[in-house]
């Protein structure tokens, strides 16, 4: 009883190490891009990882080269991590400091290549941001707007106005945008008196500039029609954030507004709500992507904001089925189904490099979404990886091909014996592999006559194991002689031989 129970303890240790020994995963699938200020420098850990301890590489994604380190500019730590150090603009380089990488994870299950991480270095360059004079009416509305460089525009963002020496804040009649502007409600006479000055940041160098000064003319109202301040033409935001449609318009009387999407009004909605600013969604929906216009109208005129709202999703992917265990000779069929977009593209990975149809080898679907790989040879097993594109986004999921060894093996057999004429004999191999063996029976290297005497059969059992026999009605001296089962199947083959003696009659 001891024995056995140790025995089942060790089959159970045999299961666990083979799903937990070894295995790949991502820590950081959604990396697609680093920005960092030159006078810094980064540091990127490898988005994915593994166990047992996993060989971490980074690679050109336009090559799929290897990088080298170079002293003192760039080098990969032991754990994985790309570094790069801080550099003077005079030391920047393409290849190094603006460039698309992938870091693979490799162990004894297979290797996983991350998604492209473009790396961006941000070089610390002189700009100033400014401010325009505006004229308005009294009790109208104005509007200043902080200008920035198209050069650093991306990266630098308002953080504040002044009235002279003080800071603004969002209130009754001071209004800061999402997009940075002042809205001044209500004009008064006496808001012409002081200098409005914009402060931005530098998102990655964290440095701030301030605007000039500018002034705001106020007259007394004179009927005019609309004359638009504040609009847009396209916006582009992810799915569930915020984002604004500004539409704002100086004109006497006050204009009135109205919204229309893909040319039909637009109905209310607790989604959005049309502001002081414009048309405000706290989460952006894809149903809310379209064309939108603002019409702006008095008695003396009109005049309209025109432009689009791009709502994108991120790409997601999913490999099914979730866990594969195969064996050689035997066929898997992996799905990668796309969510986030209608028009993106499929690549497949085995182990970090592409698979490529041909022989044995199939890639179906009208966007390639199926991969089939017919009689899995031991090299077939690894990590498969599906990869979605669409423009810059991508998306990747895998799943760890496990291939058991299929080749036969004998659990139980015949032994050798001595038996008496005209004795029942029957011989029994029981072997079990993938795909199910074939097993043929031999006596002396010659196959086995069937006839009256011999019976030759095999059945399967409920285990999934084939059992063959070999049955002899009653024994003669021509039945005696070496008997060999031989199990074949597209994996391997094995045989098992034993001499059975046949007495002749006179022997008693």
């Known amino acids: 009883m001891r024995i056995l ?35 810094a420098g980064t540091l990127v850990s490898c ?34 991590s790309l570094q790069i150090f801080p550099f003077p603009p005079s030391s920047f380089s393409t290849l190094i400091h603006d460039n698309t990488y992938y870091c693979t994870a490799e162990n004894p299950s297979g290797k996983i290549r991350s998604q492209d991480v473009h790396i961006k270095a941000v070089l610390r360059e ?24 198209s050069s650093v525009e991306a990266y630098v963002a308002v953080v504040s106005w002044e009235k002279d020496t003080v800071s603004l804040t969002s209130g009754s009649r001071f209004l800061i945008t999402s997009t940075g502007a002042l ?157 986030g977009s209608e028009d993106y593209e499929i690549s497949w990975y085995r182990n970090g490099e592409v698979v490529h149809p041909g022989s044995g080898v199939r890639i179906t679907g009208d966007n390639r979404e199926t991969l ?38 004998i659990l139980s057999s015949f032994s050798e014996k001595v038996v008496s004429p005209s004795e029942s004999v029957s011989l029994v191999c029981l072997v079990k592999g993938t795909p199910l063996p074939t097993v043929t029976w031999t006596l002396d290297d010659e196959p086995v006559a069937r ?12 285990e999934g194991h084939v059992l063959s026999y070999l049955n002899i009605s009653q024994a003669q001296v021509r039945d005696g002689g070496v008997y060999r089962c031989t199990c074949n199947n597209s994996a391997g083959v094995v045989t098992y031989q034993a001499r059975i003696n046949a007495q002749p009659a006179s022997v008693q």
């Open 372 to 409: 089939v790989v017919e009689a899995m040879s031991k090299s077939d097993g690894g990590a498969y990886q599906c990869f979605a594109r669409k423009s810059k986004m991508s998306a990747q999921d895998f799943v760890q091909v496990v291939l058991e060894d299929g080749t036969p093996k």
């Open 183 to 339: 809205y001044i409600l209500d004009v008064q006479n006496e808001d012409g008196l002081y200098n409005y000055r914009c402060v931005t940041r530098h998102r990655y160098t964290g440095e701030t500039r301030q605007s000039n000064s500018a002034r705001l003319f106020v007259s007394d109202p004179t009927n005019s029609e609309p004359m638009i301040l504040d609009g847009f033409e396209q916006r582009e935001v992810m799915a569930s954030h915020r984002v604004e449609l500004p539409c704002k318009a100086l004109g006497h009387p006050a204009p009135k507004y109205r919204w229309l999407k893909d040319g039909r009004p637009l109905e209310p909605d607790s989604r959005f709500r049309q502001g002081v600013t414009g048309l405000l969604f706290e989460s952006a929906q894809p149903g809310d992507a379209g064309s939108y216009v603002c019409e702006v109208w008095n008695s003396y005129g009109n005049a309209e904001v025109a432009g689009r709202l791009l709502v994108t999703q991120p790409l997601k992917a999913v490999v099914s089925p979730r866990k594969v265990k195969g064996s050689v000779g035997s066929q898997v069929s992996l799905s990668c189904t796309v969510s």
């Open 451 to 462: 006839d009256g005497g011999r019976r030759v059969g095999q059945t399967v059992t409920t």
């Open 5 to 39: 129970a140790i025995t089942f303890f060790q089959c159970i240790l045999n299961v666990l190490s083979e799903d937990l020994s070894s295995s790949l995963y991502f820590v950081n699938a959604s990396l697609q891009e680093v920005v960092f200020a030159s006078t």
């Open 47 to 80: 988005p994915a990882a593994g166990v047992p301890p996993t060989a971490l590489r980074w690679h050109l994604a336009s090559t799929s080269e290897e990088i080298y380190d170079v002293p003192g500019i760039r080098i990969v730590h032991p754990n994985g």
């Open 126 to 149: 002189p700009y100033t941001v400014r401010v325009e004079d505006q004229r308005t009416m009294r009790g109208n509305i104005a509007v200043f707007k902080c200008i920035i460089p």
